[in-house]
């Protein structure tokens, strides 16, 4: 302690060294409680005073925009057309006459519809000549003349479901008129064939919906 005196003349009052201490820590304990109840007030104040969710204005949330993509890349689905023309036919370049070889009545004619019905071009029906009379397995002539008349023929041969001949034209034409009228084909139809249909004589090579109905 010290022993100076003050302008008075007087002693000062001397203050324990371990009192002064005290009062600086108990300073500084008033101070950091002070510090900690405005933290409180404040915290209370930023969550609306009562520790809870802050109420406030709804937040808009954005909306998310769906989508979809087409694949450009992915190939179109096709139906295909009903037809009714046989895979392979030939048609052009030559017309086709069916001649009765078989005494079946109405068979010449029933044929020209089958045959045109698949997009054959179609003459007249005929019979066959008198000398040669019925016959058991149908042929199929064509004239040497007309280029397309033997593969219309062929052809025909085929839509038939097969014959047992596929010949050149005989002069003159075996109908009993001796002649075809300008068509390429001639189609002698036998006992064979004679009242049946296409979709019976050749049904794999008739469409599905044409051979049922």
Known sequence: ??????????MPRRVPRNQ??????????V???????AGFLILRSISGGDGGVVDGPAVAQPA????????????????A?????????????????????????????LMSSE???VGYQMGTP??????????????VYFDPGIPSAQGVAESVARSLGGVSSIAPLPTPAPTQTGSLDGSGVLVML??????????????????????AG
């Open 115 to 117: 045959l045109g019905a």
């Open 190 to 211: 036998g006992v064979d064939k004679a009242g049946r249909t296409l979709a019976e004589l050749a049904p794999d090579m008739i469409p599905a919906q044409d051979a």
């Open 64 to 79: 998310v925009e769906t989508s979809t993509t087409l694949d450009a890349a992915a190939a179109p689905t096709t139906i």
């Open 20 to 29: 002064q201490a005290q009062v600086s820590g108990g300073l500084a304990i």
């Open 126 to 139: 005929t019979n066959a000549s008198a000398s040669i009379g019925k016959v058991d397995l149908t042929v």
């Open 31 to 37: 101070l950091a409680a002070v510090a900690v109840i």
């Open 81 to 109: 057309a009903p037809t009714t023309t046989i895979a392979g036919m030939v048609t052009d370049g030559a017309s086709v006459v069916v001649a009765n070889a078989n005494a079946v009545n109405g068979s010449a004619g």
């Open 1 to 10: 302690m010290s022993d100076s005196r003050n302008a008075s003349g007087q």
